[in-house]
């Protein structure tokens, strides 16, 4: 997976006391939705037929994303809701084009334990993709992906397109 991950925790099971955070962020290319499709698939024991993977392929085309993993700062029920309250992602290309995620989608909250100093605390934990049209061709493949979650924290993680298929 390392030429996908634009970014990941040191040990994203380690957590700080009260902080919420991100535990990795990884791109998502039409080539990676469908690998990854298809291992939740497999996982499943449901079969992958062609007409299926062809569905997937038609689905992620002409779209590239990235899937944000992050957690909660503690597992009280109102920080259930800790994704949804990500603010809107937008990617900045090089050249200066600015691109507004097209789709979003949420995987999760499910409670989770870190390790916070010598003890273990529960965590909402879960996934957020945002999801992009696919840049002009005039548009070199590199920019930067931007975004805060809904603590206030805001983000900047530079990528390069043309080193994915």
Not at 5 to 23: E, K, M, S, T, Y
Not at 45 to 64: D, H, I, N, S
Not at 81 to 104: H, I, N, Q, Y
Request: hydrophobic residues 40%; glycine residues 10%; aromatic residues 14%.
């Amino acid at each position: 997976m390392r030429p996908w991950v634009i970014w990941d925790a040191r040990d994203p099971l380690r957590a700080v006391h009260g902080r919420a955070d991100l535990d990795a962020v990884i791109l998502e290319t039409p080539y990676e939705r469908v690998r990854y499709e298809a291992y939740l698939q497999a996982l499943q024991a449901f079969p992958v037929t062609a007409k299926v993977v062809e569905g997937w392929r038609r689905e992620a085309a002409g779209r590239f994303g990235f899937i944000i993993y992050a957690h909660s700062r503690g597992e009280a029920d109102p920080e259930r809701r800790f994704l949804a309250e990500f603010g809107p992602a937008s990617v900045v290309l090089a050249g200066g084009t600015r691109l507004r995620a097209v789709e979003r989608s949420i995987f999760g909250p499910s409670l989770d334990f870190y390790t916070v100093g010598t003890f273990r605390e529960e965590r909402w934990t879960g996934s957020l993709t945002e999801r992009f049209p696919d840049p002009p061709s005039t548009c070199k493949p590199r920019g930067t992906l931007e975004f805060a979650d809904g603590y206030g924290r805001r983000y900047r993680f530079a990528f390069d397109l043309g080193k994915m298929r």
